[in-house]
């Protein structure tokens, strides 16, 4: 028995104290009506009306089950409410993710407009690397994220592609370092720090394939994340490194004196990632944080939008042996 809707015939009847009245206001026929308050009767062991030939009457014990009936119709609406809230994106989780290499002021960005936006959503904000990403997308462990190109991004929807300047972190006292502009074969000498593969294979790789058509094949590749572990190597172990331009501001630039920041001639390279979420996920909340993240990485990590956008597909391997 649907328990809801024989108690919404109850209350019907109740109020309008008649049985064709409350048919109509239900939208259904007389008879099943009268069927399902009768249902219910024997449902409950209890008489809820007095019928004749003129009127209903509610009984002393169809009055003191009214209220209870009352409240649990008006639970059973606040929670088909807050489902319907819930799937279009209104309240409830949103379990996102963002690349571990996002700046700071771009995550207090994201957090703080999307709290703005949402104020019922709960926005579980985890630092994930692209292929961890991915991982938890096809496990369904995760609603949204801010993943680089290119990867595997079937069964995805993405955001626009936004677009990262990267250059190259050199000893100050490099030779290159007193250049405008650095061509990537100029680095020859130097060995490359680079991101582990493992948290973006398919970006890793063109990195590489890229360094090789431009005449820069590393001796080595070091692996490296953090900034004081790539800042050591860089010191000590004639290695670059390439980093986005937001990370490197003008009046920042002097700052540490033992490295420099500067532009790969032809800009080459670079970072390029957009929002992502499972198909047919797109409801509210996913688009504010797409929105969100977008924005804030327009303002605080100076991107541009990709247009036209470079094809997302994959190559097939670096041309750069390790």
């Avoid at 007095?50 to 509610?58: A, D, K």
């Avoid at 379990?95 to 700071?104: F, K, M, N, T």
């Avoid at 972190?169 to 650095?182: K, S, T, Y």
Wanted: net charge negative.
């Amino acid at each position: 028995m649907d328990l809801i809707r024989h108690l919404e015939c109850f209350a019907a009847v109740a109020e309008e104290s008649h049985f064709g009245r409350a048919a109509e206001r239900l939208g259904m026929a007389q008879p099943p009506l009268s069927q399902r308050i009768q249902r219910l009767e024997r449902e409950l062991g209890v008489r809820l009306f007095e019928r004749t030939s003129r009127q209903v009457t509610i009984t002393k014990a169809g009055t003191l089950l009214l209220e209870e009936a009352r409240e649990l119709l008006a639970r059973s609406e606040a929670l088909m409410a807050t489902a319907r809230r819930i799937r279009d994106g209104e309240s409830g989780l949103l379990r996102a993710a963002l690349p571990p290499d996002i700046a700071g002021e771009t995550v207090a960005a994201i957090l703080a407009d999307f709290a703005r936006l949402h104020p019922g959503v709960e926005l579980e904000l985890r630092e994930l690397t692209t292929t961890q990403q991915l991982a938890q997308f096809a496990s369904h462990d995760l609603d949204a994220g801010l993943i680089h190109h290119p990867c595997d991004v079937s069964g995805l929807e993405l955001g626009p592609v936004l677009r990262r300047e990267v250059g190259v972190l050199l000893p100050r006292e490099a030779p290159e370092a007193e250049l405008d502009a650095v061509p990537l074969a100029a680095l020859s000498p130097y060995d490359l720090i680079l991101f582990h593969r493992a948290a973006a294979p398919a970006l890793h790789d063109d990195v590489l394939t890229t360094c090789a058509r431009n005449g820069y094949t590393p001796a080595a590749v070091r692996h490296g994340q953090g900034a004081s572990f790539i800042r050591g190597l860089i010191l000590s172990a004639r290695a670059v490194a390439f980093s986005p331009r937001d990370a490197h501001p003008a009046h920042t630039a002097d700052r540490d004196p033992d490295l420099v920041w500067r532009p790969l001639a032809g800009a080459p390279l670079s970072w390029r990632l957009s929002v992502a979420w499972p198909r047919g996920r797109s409801d509210t909340a996913v688009s504010t944080f797409a929105e969100a993240a977008t924005r804030a990485l327009r303002e605080t990590s100076a991107v541009s939008t990709e247009l036209p956008p470079r094809p997302l597909h994959l190559r097939p391997a670096a041309e750069y042996w390790l």
